[in-house]
């Protein structure tokens, strides 16, 4: 019976021919990408839409290379690993289906994001593992909240405060960067609004921040495939 990170191995596992005469690369070259996509209500429909064909165009890629792939929605009170299907039209189906709305639990995405890259660099079949973010910065709901909803709902709950959902997070990212895992933020906050925190969060984990409040999907993907061309040629 395969778990969950198996199950996602096997489905984005390339055709290599024979393997005995296609020899494969170390797992060194291969790099895993996981996008950690802002899915709240406070993203505007059209930077979601942008968002979501900025992975998949990444995702696509990844069916003819030998990177893997991972797509982390969070909304609500949590994240989720959406593991990348067999076939690019599932794939598709699936973005497109993605809800959006509710609450920003980003701490728990980056969390996430956290666990399924230490999972791959475990079973030795990647390298280096890079971390897109695309927030618009609003982070509103605990790890607490996203680990235990109900506890945390509960009336006599003190919510967090601002600075408490800040820490959290920031304590998130430098164990990303103790993790040796590289991190890249796409800010698509207004800048009138900003807040600037997600400059903090790549300082911390020593990072690369890009503004791209009103980019298309096509802008996206090309900024995370320079980001991990820089991975690999470091």
Not at 9 to 27: A, Q, Y
Request: hydrophobic share 45%; aromatic share 6%.
């Amino acid at each position: 019976m395969l778990n969950a990170y198996d199950r996602m191995k096997v489905s984005i596992i390339p055709f290599w021919g024979d393997v005995t005469d296609v020899p494969l690369p170390p797992s060194r070259s291969i790099a895993m990408v996981i996008f950690v996509v802002d899915a709240s209500g406070s993203m505007a429909l059209n930077r979601m839409q942008n968002a979501k064909g900025a992975a998949f165009k990444v995702l696509a890629e990844s069916y003819t290379s030998i990177d893997q792939v991972s797509i982390i929605p969070f909304r609500g009170d949590a994240a989720e690993v959406l593991l990348p299907p067999r076939s690019i039209a599932m794939a598709r189906n699936r973005l497109e289906k993605l809800p959006c709305g509710g609450g920003s639990p980003l701490t728990h995405g980056l969390t996430t994001a956290v666990k399924v890259g230490l999972n791959a660099e475990k079973s030795g079949d990647v390298g280096r593992i890079m971390i897109v973010v695309i927030t618009d910065e609003r982070a509103n709901i605990s790890l607490k909240r996203s680990n235990d909803p109900e506890v945390a709902a509960a009336i006599d709950t003190p919510k967090p405060s601002v600075q408490e959902l800040k820490d959290e997070i920031l304590e998130v990212a430098g164990k990303i960067y103790k993790a040796g895992m590289s991190l890249l933020v796409i800010d698509t906050e207004n800048k009138f609004v900003s807040t600037g925190f997600a400059k903090e969060i790549v300082r911390v984990a020593q990072g690369k921040y890009n503004y791209l409040p009103n980019a298309s999907d096509v802008v996206i993907s090309a900024a995370t495939k320079d980001a991990l061309s820089s991975l690999k040629n470091s």
